[in-house]
């Protein structure tokens, strides 16, 4: 599984940023794809995952009712639209993937053991 990720750079804080990932491979379909970040100095962890069904969602707690991630199977995107941002939130973003053998909370929350594929990362940076 490989991917194109796109869309970050430098907002306000305050502002909105949409980042997207565009998955090719075999059995991408069957994939948990998410957005994870890390920032200097720091492990990097989970900000959002969604199934391949896209009826399960796990965000972190601190992006919950700000950002929000969608599938669309047909040109096998996954969206990140992030808003109100903070600068806590600045961090070079990733794209990972991972077979669904079990929750998406799970296998997005360990992302050592649960993701497979990982994208070159995308840098996002609120600043004033």
């Known amino acids: 599984v490989q991917f194109v990720e796109s869309g970050g750079g430098l907002v306000q804080p305050g502002g909105s940023l949409k980042l997207s990932c565009v998955a090719s491979g075999p059995n991408v379909y069957d994939y948990v794809i998410g957005w994870f970040r890390q920032a200097p100095g720091k492990e990097r962890e989970a900000v959002s995952c969604i199934s391949a069904s896209d009826k399960g969602l796990y965000y972190e707690d601190s992006v919950q009712g700000r950002f929000t991630i969608s599938r669309d199977k047909v040109s096998n995107t996954v969206t990140l639209q992030m808003n109100n941002l903070k600068p806590e939130d600045t961090a070079v973003y990733y794209c990972?993937?991972?077979?669904?053998?079990?929750?998406?909370?799970?296998?997005?929350?360990?992302?050592?053991?649960?993701?497979?594929?990982w994208g070159k990362g995308t840098q996002v940076t609120v600043s004033s």
């Open positions: 990972g993937a991972g077979v669904e053998y079990t929750s998406v909370r799970t296998i997005c929350i360990q992302p050592r053991i649960g993701i497979d594929h």
